[in-house]
């Protein structure tokens, strides 16, 4: 836990959010400036920067945050038309908030840009 960071208030529930999952690992909640239709933010409870501070004991919490996108996009409705899974790490990767989460974007057609 980060005394300072934003997603760690929510997940202490300083800072309200509409939660859409919580569980002993992960929570999801709805992004407050959507890109899409539908766009989730898949948070896990531990504070840890970005890509760069997983571990080998963060495996399998990478792969249950990604089961997890893949549900809540089928309970969303967009598993079928399809979505964007986008991590952001760091500075030049578009980094706003210093905590890992992942981002499920979907609801309208995105392209095949990049940047
Ligand atoms: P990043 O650029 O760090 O990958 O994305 C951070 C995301 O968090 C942004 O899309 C931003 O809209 C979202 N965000 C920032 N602060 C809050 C907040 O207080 N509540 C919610 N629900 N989303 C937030
Ligand atoms: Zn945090």
Request: net charge neutral.
């Amino acid at each position: 836990m980060a005394d300072d960071c934003i997603f760690c208030k929510i997940i202490r529930k300083e800072v309200p959010s509409q939660p859409i999952y919580e569980d002993h690992d992960l929570v999801a909640f709805p992004d407050i400036h959507p890109a899409a239709p539908v766009h989730v933010l898949i948070v896990p409870k531990e504070h840890m920067l970005n890509l760069n501070d997983v571990g080998k004991n963060d495996v399998a919490l990478l792969g249950k945050m990604l089961r997890l996108s893949a549900r809540i996009a089928n309970e969303k409705g967009v598993a079928e038309s399809g979505y964007r899974i986008v991590i952001n790490n760091g500075n030049d990767g578009g980094q706003l908030v210093p905590h890992l989460h992942l981002h499920l974007i979907g609801g309208k057609p995105l392209g095949h840009k990049l940047g």
